[in-house]
């Protein structure tokens, strides 16, 4: 890498709470940001943080991951919200939009806490590497092209050539210091040395920079970030008619499928980087008992932040009591320590999120071309290219895998062999090499011509294997076109497993059994 973000450290206590108060800081701006996108209150996201944060971070399966509110649930979540206060707004109801979205995270909440009980999280671990480099690739470049808004006013214009000359200076400063702070000592965080320094300069007004303050200003025409305990409610006054149940589901399943492939490509991610394994369906139970109780409790609901969770790694936190402290931390600054993070330069945030992009970019990538095929190529670019252009990180990923699978089966097909040989006795006896599987079977079935063979022929399993229900209709259809042309074909070294397949099937094929038949079961796919 370009840089060494991730060095393997061993967490401790006093790395673990150093790391989640920096963690804290980098929740704020970007809880208010997806906030903004869900159209709901910013307490409303910051306190989606902490229970996200909080929860997973005591029970989910990978400690040291950060969750919270995130953009692809906000945009997602934002339909209910808007089509809620619509509805609401007929029916003189202020609120009924919220009940929308609280509703819709209970019910996604359970869906994710259904997937765990199925045990469906370890799927993630067929993800091919290609699709999962594609993935990080694209997630770097989103979270580059997101800072970008911060060098801007409301409106969208960029800001003064002064005002942007003075923040990438103080975004510059701030990646200086995450890079060679260590060199000095590494007792605290240099991430959190770099917020506070950026964070004293513009205290004591040796610039003037855009800070937190302003940015919650431009949003609810309020510089001051506080708020109250959350309280428990229940989506009451919500019509349950066909309408609502499509619109709620619909979009409780895109939201818990979206919240689980992102945390848990996030928890593979930072297996590899920390060499070490995090339990897949613990984290989708904890996934869903977060977001049904954010919902619960008035969140927008969330799932795993792969820009936070770096900078926690980075940071030296790799425990439990990482994702704790910064969800506390970020419920003091709700409740009383608002004016404090107010004054935090935004361009220290920035800073920040630049060395995540850096540390995150597989920069590998560009040493695989001419090194790996290029159907593997293709798939990373693929990836990468939805996850840029299309803002769906679970979109991407399972286009990743599809594109995966249809290329295994392509080169899978190709490598079906046929190997013929004639006996003493006029039988002739092809020899089967590779697995017989619905993208093979037309391959395999060309290459067998009656009018051209014995009347007698053997086709030997034992170095091949019967896959799913197309081989066996192949088998049985290649056994018809012998037997119209008045000749007999056998199948040789057939499991014990795959000759009761053939039997269930009702195959015409005759199986004949030998003495060396290999003992392997069938996968039926």
Same mark, same amino acid.
């Given at each position: 890498?370009?840089?060494?973000?991730?060095?393997?450290?061993?967490?401790?206590?006093? &790395?673990?709470?150093?790391?989640?108060?920096?963690?804290?800081?980098?929740?704020?701006?970007?809880?208010?940001?997806?906030?903004?996108?869900?159209?709901?209150?910013?307490?409303?996201?910051?306190?989606?943080?902490?229970?996200?944060?909080?929860?997973?971070?005591?029970?989910?399966?990978? $400690?040291?991951?950060?969750? #919270?509110?995130?953009?692809?649930?906000?945009?997602?979540?934002?339909?209910? =919200?808007?089509?809620?206060?619509?509805? #609401?707004?007929?029916?003189?109801?202020?609120?009924?939009?919220?009940?929308?979205?609280?509703?819709?995270?209970?019910?996604?909440?359970?869906?994710?806490?259904?997937?765990?009980?199925?045990?469906?999280?370890?799927?993630?671990?067929?993800?091919?590497?290609?699709?999962?480099?594609?993935?990080?690739?694209?997630?770097?470049?989103?979270?580059?092209?997101?800072?970008?808004?911060?060098?801007?006013?409301?409106?969208?214009?960029?800001? $003064?050539?002064?005002?942007?000359?003075?923040?990438?200076?103080?975004?510059?400063?701030?990646?200086?210091?995450?890079?060679?702070? $260590?060199?000095?000592?590494?007792?605290?965080?240099?991430? /959190?040395?770099?917020?506070?320094?950026?964070?004293?300069?513009?205290?004591?007004?040796?610039?003037?920079?855009?800070?937190?303050?302003?940015?919650?200003?431009?949003?609810?025409?309020?510089?001051?970030?506080?708020?109250?305990? $959350?309280?428990?409610?229940?989506?009451?006054?919500?019509?349950?008619?066909?309408?609502?149940?499509? /619109?709620?589901?619909? =979009?409780?399943?895109?939201?818990?499928?979206?919240?689980?492939?992102?945390?848990?490509?996030?928890?593979?991610?930072?297996?590899?980087?920390?060499?070490?394994?995090?339990?897949?369906?613990?984290?989708?139970?904890?996934?869903?008992?977060?977001?049904?109780?954010?919902?619960?409790?008035?969140?927008?609901?969330?799932?795993?932040?792969?820009?936070?969770?770096?900078?926690?790694?980075?940071?030296?936190?790799?425990?439990?009591?990482?994702?704790?402290?910064?969800?506390?931390?970020?419920?003091?600054?709700?409740?009383?320590?608002?004016?404090?993070?107010?004054?935090?330069?935004?361009?220290?945030?920035?800073?920040?999120?630049?060395?995540?992009?850096?540390?995150?970019?597989?920069?590998?990538?560009?040493?695989?071309?001419?090194? =790996?095929?290029?159907?593997?190529?293709?798939?990373?670019?693929?990836?990468?290219?939805?996850?840029?252009?299309?803002?769906?990180?679970?979109?991407?990923?399972?286009?990743?895998?599809?594109?995966?699978?249809?290329?295994?089966?392509?080169?899978?097909?190709?490598?079906?062999? /046929?190997?013929?040989?004639?006996?003493?006795? #006029?039988?002739? =006896? *092809?020899?089967?090499?590779?697995?017989? *599987?619905?993208?093979?079977?037309?391959?395999?079935?060309?290459?067998?011509?009656?009018?051209?063979?014995?009347?007698?022929?053997?086709?030997?399993?034992?170095?091949?294997?019967?896959? &799913? *229900?197309?081989? /066996?209709?192949?088998?049985?259809?290649?056994?018809?076109?012998?037997?119209?042309?008045?000749?007999?074909?056998?199948?040789?070294?057939?499991?014990?497993?795959?000759?009761?397949?053939?039997?269930?099937?009702?195959?015409?094929?005759?199986?004949?059994?030998?003495?060396?038949?290999?003992? *392997?079961?069938?996968?039926?796919?």
């Amino acid at each position: 890498m370009l840089f060494n973000l991730f060095a393997k450290t061993n967490g401790n206590w006093k &790395d673990d709470t150093l790391s989640g108060l920096t963690v804290a800081l980098a929740l704020v701006p970007e809880a208010i940001a997806f906030s903004f996108i869900a159209g709901v209150d910013p307490i409303v996201g910051l306190w989606s943080a902490v229970f996200l944060g909080l929860i997973t971070s005591s029970f989910g399966g990978r $400690p040291g991951m950060i969750s #919270g509110a995130t953009g692809a649930i906000a945009v997602v979540v934002a339909k209910v =919200v808007s089509i809620g206060n619509e509805t #609401g707004l007929a029916r003189g109801i202020e609120d009924l939009g919220m009940q929308y979205l609280f509703a819709t995270l209970m019910l996604a909440g359970t869906i994710q806490a259904l997937v765990a009980v199925f045990k469906l999280g370890r799927f993630i671990r067929l993800v091919p590497h290609p699709v999962m480099m594609g993935f990080v690739n694209g997630l770097a470049i989103l979270i580059l092209f997101a800072q970008f808004a911060s060098f801007k006013s409301v409106d969208g214009q960029w800001l $003064p050539q002064s005002e942007l000359m003075v923040m990438g200076a103080l975004a510059l400063l701030t990646m200086i210091i995450i890079q060679f702070f $260590p060199k000095l000592t590494k007792a605290v965080p240099s991430i /959190l040395v770099a917020i506070v320094t950026v964070g004293l300069i513009s205290y004591f007004d040796l610039v003037t920079t855009k800070t937190v303050s302003d940015v919650l200003f431009e949003g609810t025409g309020s510089s001051e970030l506080k708020g109250s305990l $959350p309280v428990w409610g229940w989506p009451g006054d919500i019509l349950w008619d066909l309408e609502t149940l499509i /619109l709620i589901g619909g =979009v409780a399943v895109t939201v818990a499928t979206v919240g689980l492939i992102e945390s848990l490509m996030t928890l593979q991610l930072i297996d590899d980087l920390t060499e070490t394994r995090g339990q897949g369906n613990r984290e989708c139970y904890a996934q869903g008992g977060a977001n049904f109780l954010s919902g619960l409790f008035g969140g927008m609901g969330g799932c795993a932040m792969i820009g936070q969770s770096l900078i926690n790694i980075k940071s030296g936190g790799r425990g439990r009591m990482s994702g704790v402290v910064a969800a506390l931390t970020l419920a003091v600054f709700i409740l009383v320590g608002g004016p404090v993070i107010g004054q935090i330069p935004i361009a220290a945030l920035v800073g920040v999120m630049f060395m995540v992009v850096i540390g995150t970019f597989e920069w590998a990538t560009f040493s695989t071309f001419g090194k =790996v095929p290029m159907s593997d190529i293709f798939v990373i670019l693929a990836v990468m290219l939805i996850t840029v252009l299309m803002h769906n990180l679970a979109l991407a990923v399972i286009s990743g895998v599809i594109l995966s699978a249809l290329v295994f089966a392509w080169k899978s097909a190709q490598h079906v062999r /046929l190997f013929p040989h004639d006996t003493d006795d #006029g039988v002739r =006896v *092809y020899s089967l090499q590779g697995v017989l *599987y619905f993208g093979s079977v037309r391959e395999f079935a060309e290459r067998l011509t009656p009018a051209n063979d014995p009347d007698n022929i053997i086709i030997d399993f034992k170095h091949a294997r019967v896959a &799913d *229900y197309s081989s /066996l209709e192949v088998l049985t259809a290649v056994t018809r076109r012998y037997r119209k042309a008045g000749k007999n074909v056998r199948l040789r070294h057939l499991s014990t497993d795959c000759q009761k397949m053939i039997a269930a099937a009702g195959s015409l094929v005759e199986i004949e059994v030998a003495d060396d038949d290999p003992h *392997y079961s069938v996968a039926l796919i």
